[in-house]
């Protein structure tokens, strides 16, 4: 199987079949966890109550079923972080959400960074000096999305109670719990005695990271996105004082054959262990940086090449991915928006519509437009059928697209529906993994018979 098919099954093996409900929000607004799809969510805090004048940490925390995941403030190749939207008493302030340090979770050969099993995401509450004492409600609103191998967005509305009081007791020892190892697995910033230098080549930045000591491993995490090839080999080169790490550069959209236009600045962090993560900010350089000359594979343990081989591999594989997402759309067939009143309209008048259920975060989506639905064999078939095309973009999933899913008994995307012209005839839906025989063998099944 060449490169490009291994991509395409790849981000394909992201699908599969799934329930059909309309997307709710679970909860009632009061305390205590509540039960959605594939995790449970709760606000929590490390302690009971809070000073007038003071602070306190509370947090969300998702508990996940086994082989889910939520996302990282950059969720990688697809996905979305998740967020939260405060209803907080007079004189109480939220700050940000924080994220703890996320994995690196795979998905063929492409990359998520995120978490599994639970996570907390903290947040400092500040309660103001003229707070009266007694009892408080925190209100929260919070969205997220959850992935195995295909994607189910979630919203709950959740709530905490808290005491206001005067003297509150410091916090005997470390926070346990999910929010409490969150807490523990925030980045630190790059101390004092360490120094960050950054160069972009033509196809990978360096990072060169002074620790004083010798390092063996090293990962960087982007904080923005297109910024980096989230899936390739990052390669470290020990040095020793510290160390150096090659990291490929994304492809420009526009021009998929060579990376983006470099930034002026790199932000992420740098992982060196599980008890060393940095947040970094730092100026890029132009300039190459010379890979060190050594036997073997170049740096750590899990690095899978040579930093030259690595580089060849990346660049055939970003050559391959950006064919599948990048190609040049056939535009010879029109794609008009979906609303319910058009599609009844065009069945009525007799055509036969055909509807991609579609999000910008969803890559199997892409995926299946480019390699079936724009190929033109099956813009072929649908002229000569009259096929009606429209896409339902879900990416803010609009309510009325989340209806009509739930219709045909989905509750996600990528969903493929045909209507066959009249009313009275049944839709099919279908398969979340499209082939050009699937869609070609409706289209023949279903309208031919008409």
């Not at 909860?27 to 799809?37: I, R």
């Not at 959850?146 to 959740?158: D, I, S, T, Y």
């Not at 109670?161 to 929010?179: F, H, I, K, W």
């Amino acid at each position: 199987m060449d490169v490009r098919a291994l991509v395409v099954c790849a981000v394909l093996l992201l699908v599969a079949a799934r329930s059909g409900a309309q997307m709710q929000a679970v909860g009632d607004g009061g305390p205590g966890p509540v039960k959605a799809q594939h995790l449970t969510a709760e606000l929590t805090s490390v302690g009971p109550a809070i000073a007038p004048g003071g602070r306190l940490e509370v947090g969300l925390v998702l508990t996940l079923e086994e082989g889910w995941h939520v996302f990282w403030k950059n969720p990688g190749d697809s996905g979305e972080p998740p967020k939260i939207v405060w209803t907080l008493p007079k004189g109480v302030t939220a700050g940000p959400m924080r994220f703890p340090i996320p994995k690196r979770l795979p998905q063929g050969e492409l990359m998520n960074f995120g978490y599994e099993d639970s996570v907390g995401f903290p947040v400092e509450i500040a309660a103001a000096k003229n707070v009266a004492p007694g009892p408080i409600h925190l209100d929260a609103k919070v969205d997220w999305l959850v992935c195995r191998e295909v994607c189910v967005p979630g919203k709950a509305h959740l709530g905490i109670d808290l005491e206001v009081m005067p003297n509150v007791p410091a916090p005997s020892g470390r926070p346990v719990g999910a929010l409490g190892e969150a807490l523990a697995l925030l980045p630190d910033p790059l101390p004092k005695g360490m120094k960050l230098t950054v160069k972009g080549g033509k196809t990978e930045f360096v990072f060169t990271l002074v620790t004083g000591e010798r390092e063996t491993d090293g990962e960087f995490y982007p904080l923005d996105p297109d910024q980096i090839a989230n899936a390739e080999d990052q390669v470290t080169e020990p040095m020793a004082n510290g160390l150096r790490l090659r990291v490929e550069r994304a492809a420009d959209p526009k021009h998929p054959d060579r990376p983006g236009p470099l930034p002026k600045e790199i932000r992420g962090l740098i992982k060196l262990s599980d008890e060393q993560v940095y947040a970094v900010t730092a100026p890029v350089v132009a300039g190459e940086a010379l890979a060190e000359a050594r036997p073997g594979k170049a740096g750590s343990a899990a690095s899978k090449r040579t930093a030259i081989g690595a580089m060849a591999a990346v660049v055939l594989g970003l050559a391959a991915f950006a064919t599948v997402l990048y190609a040049p759309k056939d535009r010879t067939l029109v794609w008009q928006p979906y609303t319910r009143a058009a599609l009844d309209e065009a069945r009525a008048a007799g055509q036969p519509v055909f509807v991609d259920f579609t999000a910008a975060w969803c890559l199997s989506c892409q995926v299946n437009e480019r390699m079936v639905l724009r190929s033109a064999e099956v813009q072929r078939e649908f002229s000569a059928h009259g096929v009606v095309l429209m896409e339902a973009d879900w990416t803010k999933y609009d309510a009325a697209i989340t209806q009509e899913l739930a219709s045909v008994g989905r509750s996600g995307v990528p969903t493929y529906v045909l209507y066959p012209a009249g009313a009275g005839s049944a839709a099919e839906v279908l398969p979340e993994w499209l082939t050009r025989e699937v869609v070609l063998g409706a289209l023949r099944s279903d309208l031919e018979r008409e």
